[in-house]
């Protein structure tokens, strides 16, 4: 069955420094990977995916993604956190072929950035 | 461009009554989703609509959920009769009708069932 999983319930980190959120994925086939965010009160906003190519993706808000074929991980970074980019990040994997786009999504991670 | 409109933003009613969740999705999208929200479960995809029509609707939880889109620019998704464990945050999402598309969110209704 095809999954992701978000190992960390909470990251905590400091205002400029960098941060990494993780996510590890299982499917059958070539996986085709997102990251989202969610303010509070808000839904969610796409930031970035990796369909092929580059390894590393850029995204919206400075941040980027490592996608990692042997270790099946597709852990989303940012140089240098700021107190803004505190919400609860989703990773999630496309399902299905054609035009599908049904997303399976991992728990979710909640960024903390202390001033 | 308009994002994708849910409405009501905030749902209160009593056990046992109708309630009605509304979405506009973005213009030219040709699918569209539902999801639900909770601390217990997370994110869950209820149903999904190609062109109107239903795709998949294994994620809805029971027949007291049902979800219609009569056209392309408006959907649905009706629990009756309501309860309490239907208090939840729900998501109505859209996308276009190519691969790999990014999901649309609209900003949800909180629903809560006393």
């Known amino acids: 069955a095809q999954s992701v999983a978000q190992p960390e319930d909470q990251v905590n980190v400091a205002e400029g420094n960098p941060l990494t959120v993780k996510c590890t994925y299982s499917?059958?086939?070539?996986?085709?990977l997102f990251w989202y965010v969610q303010y509070p009160n808000r839904g969610l906003q796409f930031l970035l995916k990796y369909i092929t190519g580059d390894n590393l993706v850029k995204g919206s808000y400075g941040f980027e993604a490592e996608f990692n074929k042997s270790q099946t991980s597709f852990h989303l970074k940012k140089p240098s956190a700021l107190v803004s980019d505190s919400a609860l990040y989703f990773c999630a994997v496309r399902l299905g072929g054609g035009a599908t786009n049904k997303l399976i999504f991992g728990t979710g991670t909640l960024l903390a950035v202390q001033p | 461009d308009a994002g994708v409109i849910q409405s009501p933003r905030h749902e209160v009613t009593e056990m046992g009554q109708e309630v009605t969740l509304r979405c506009k999705p973005i213009s030219g999208h040709d699918y569209l989703f539902w999801y639900r929200q909770t601390m217990m479960r997370g994110l869950e995809l209820l149903i999904y609509?190609?062109?109107?029509?239903?795709?998949?609707d294994s994620g809805m939880p029971e027949d007291r959920f049902s979800a219609k889109m009569p056209n392309a620019s408006f959907s649905t998704l009706k629990i009756q009769p309501s309860e309490p464990r239907d208090s939840a945050v729900y998501f109505c999402?859209?996308?276009?009708?190519?691969?790999?598309?990014?999901?649309?969110f609209g900003d949800g209704t909180r629903l809560s069932i006393l």
């Open positions: 499917v059958s086939g070539n996986p085709y």
């Open positions: 609509f190609n062109n109107n029509v239903p795709i998949d």
């Open positions: 999402a859209s996308s276009l009708n190519r691969e790999h598309q990014p999901q649309h």
